[in-house]
């Protein structure tokens, strides 16, 4: 008598899905402008979440911390770039160097707004999977730790630049 209740329990829950239709976790802006209201989802609950990308309202702080981190690398990247070419070096990349030309202060917000938004891309989507191996944490954390080795690697040019001047 009990377990003929619980199937039909079960097979009425399944079909009486109160739930909306459309997840809210798979539309980025949705997500989004609902976060600023309400925050709740904090992270993946569900076994099927976990092998999907779905969005998260809320983050956790050390990615706030990583984010700030990066942007100071970033800022530090910029300003030996700049000693660096001061000091008769060259810069390699195209679009930077074009900018470099244009205005320098043009060339530290780009710089600095792309760095940003691209971080704050790659929080939102912390989740998602590439080929079900890297993640966007993964990506998050190699972009600190590239600016790391760039802010270093620019540290020892630096210092090799301006002895022999």
């Known amino acids: 008598m009990f377990m003929s209740q619980c199937n039909s329990y079960s097979e009425s829950s ?5 739930r909306a239709k459309e997840d809210r976790r798979r539309s980025y ?3 989004l402008l609902y976060s600023c209201f309400k925050r709740r989802r904090k992270a993946q609950r569900r076994e099927h979440d976990r092998l999907e990308n779905t969005f998260v309202d809320v983050h956790e702080p050390k990615l706030a911390y990583i984010f700030l981190l990066t942007l100071m690398l970033c800022i530090a990247d910029a300003i030996l770039t700049l000693n660096i070419i001061g000091n008769g070096g060259e810069e390699v990349n195209p679009f930077m160097r074009f900018l470099m030309e244009k205005d320098i ?3 530290f917000w ?18 998602f999977t590439f080929y079900r191996v890297v993640s966007g944490y993964h990506i ?6 590239m600016y790391i080795v760039l802010v270093n690697y620019e540290i020892i040019l630096l210092t090799q630049i301006i002895p022999n001047a």
């Open 140 to 145: 998050l954390y190699g972009i600190t730790a």
């Open 105 to 107: 202060e043009l060339f």
């Open 29 to 31: 802006l949705r997500s």
């Open 110 to 127: 780009v710089k600095f707004f792309m760095t940003s938004f691209g971080l704050l891309f790659l929080i939102s989507h912390k989740h």
């Open 14 to 18: 399944h079909s009486t899905d109160i």
